[in-house]
């Protein structure tokens, strides 16, 4: 299991890594555009970009120790380091939203103050139109990764890139209410930028939700809990399985469960029972790394 571990971790790091070479040139290309083309939601946007940038190295970095087989002082592994990263993930994505607004509201109070305040470039809308494209399609083939390899790590990255293309989104129909509305609707991208920020909030809220519930071993899926019991039960010698938990770690399952084998058997074939059920499951389809069995003689 260890080594299937290490290669849905290679595969991760790959897709992370397409997507920092990714942002460091869509990022660099907001900024540029956004402070030539004077627009302030692009050069927020370009900003939020960079921050995925840092994001995105961490969970790299955090799929490729979380992969590392367990040891003297981490028995369980070392899974839970792609928890982390995902929950400081989180926490980044609304670092940048509160970033994002706050740059919003302080142009938004100037411009009500009488500051002069410039109507965004027109071309401004063609990078976003590329940007929006791209943002998106990346979002859509990291989050199809992330969830066959069944990591939250590498699906928090993806949802960075699905915030990034929600800004992009707002930020061109902002640029073109104020491009459209002439003198007096100058401020409209910052009102799209500001707007942009309750879609960041609320998937950073998602992803910390998520998050938290496998760093305090949240219950997984009453699905994987009846393959379990199902698996068990068909292992000869087994007369009924219970107690089933499973608990995520990184990018596996950690399980264990109770079995019911006869009473009138000996301790040592109560044993080979128990390792034949743990061999069954480890073999099967779920991502388990490792497995408790509980024997217990049934009564009567």
Known sequence: MNGEIQRKAAEGQKVVLTGVLLNLVLSTGKIAGGLLGRSNALVADGIESLLDLFSSLLIWGALKYA???????????????????????????????????????????????GAAVHLPSPWTLLILICVIGLKETLYQFMARRARRIGSNALLADAWHHRSDAVTSIAAFIGISISLLGGHGYEVADDWAALFACIVIFYSS????????????????????????????????????????????????????????????????????????????????????????????????
């Open 67 to 113: 992969a590392k087989p367990p040891d003297e002082d981490h028995p369980y592994g070392h899974g839970k380091a792609e928890s982390l990263a995902s929950l400081v993930g989180a926490i980044i994505l609304g670092i940048a939203g509160a970033l994002i607004a706050h740059n919003s509201i302080v142009q938004l109070i100037a411009a009500a103050h």
């Open 205 to 300: 809220y998602n992803m910390l939700k998520m998050c938290l519930g496998d760093m305090m071993d949240a219950r997984v899926s009453p699905d994987a809990e009846r393959t379990v019991l199902k698996i068990t039960c068909s292992v000869p010698g087994v007369l009924s399985a219970e107690k089933c938990r499973i608990r995520k770690s990184g990018l596996s399952y950690i399980a264990d469960l109770h079995i019911r084998v006869s009473g009138e058997i000996s301790v040592t074939e109560g044993h080979d029972i128990s390792h034949r059920v743990k061999d069954q499951l480890l073999a099967s389809e779920l991502p388990l790394e490792d497995v408790t069995v509980h024997v217990e003689p049934a009564s009567g």
